[in-house]
């Protein structure tokens, strides 16, 4: 019987902060186009100081840019809370964490697991609920864009597969 997405929801955003959001510390972040365009505009007109910094941490690719956390994702708050959020415009590898999706090619991308950053790769399985809406949303955003992606950054994490997309 798979588990309740709130459920799950609630178990990695414990895990999360039992590690202070260690994950939106490094790295680099996957944004679609789409999502991009979101956080730009969202920053227009909440936050327009916030922007250049945005902008200047963004590189652009083919459909996607990648955003560099460096030490800190710019977006969180002094309690390692996420302030795009609760306003819609937080990017599906945010949401998706610890899962992530890997390969090349779009007949062969695969959900795995973050092993390493804290305890919330225990949460989720290959039958979790949560990988059923990870794989709608990757199919929206478009597997060929995901693919591009991963030539570009290969990702970092060490990882468990859970099932193909």
């Given at each position: 019987m798979k588990k309740p997405?709130?459920?799950i929801n609630s178990s990695l955003a414990n895990a999360c902060q039992l590690t202070q959001a260690s994950c939106c510390k490094a790295g680099l972040l996957?944004?679609?186009?789409?999502?991009?365009?979101?956080?730009?505009?969202?920053?227009?007109?909440?936050s327009a100081s916030e922007l250049s910094e945005f902008e200047s941490r963004c590189v652009k690719y083919d459909g996607f840019y990648l955003y560099?956390?460096?030490?800190?994702?710019?977006f969180l708050t002094e309690t390692n809370l996420c302030r795009l959020h609760p306003e819609g415009v937080k990017p599906s590898e945010c949401?998706?964490?610890?899962v992530h999706i890997y390969g090349t090619e779009p007949e062969n991308l695969e959900l795995c697991v973050a092993t390493k950053c804290c305890t919330a790769c225990e949460y989720i399985d290959a039958n979790s609920c949560l990988l059923d809406d990870i794989t709608k949303?990757?199919?929206?955003l478009g597997c060929d864009v995901i693919c591009r992606f991963r030539k570009v950054y290969s990702g970092s994490y060490e990882k468990r597969f859970l099932r193909k997309l």
């Open positions: 997405i709130n459920s996957f944004l679609p186009e789409q999502e991009y365009q979101a956080i730009v505009q969202w920053l227009a007109g909440n560099n956390q460096k030490d800190n994702c710019q949401f998706w964490w610890p949303r990757a199919h929206e």
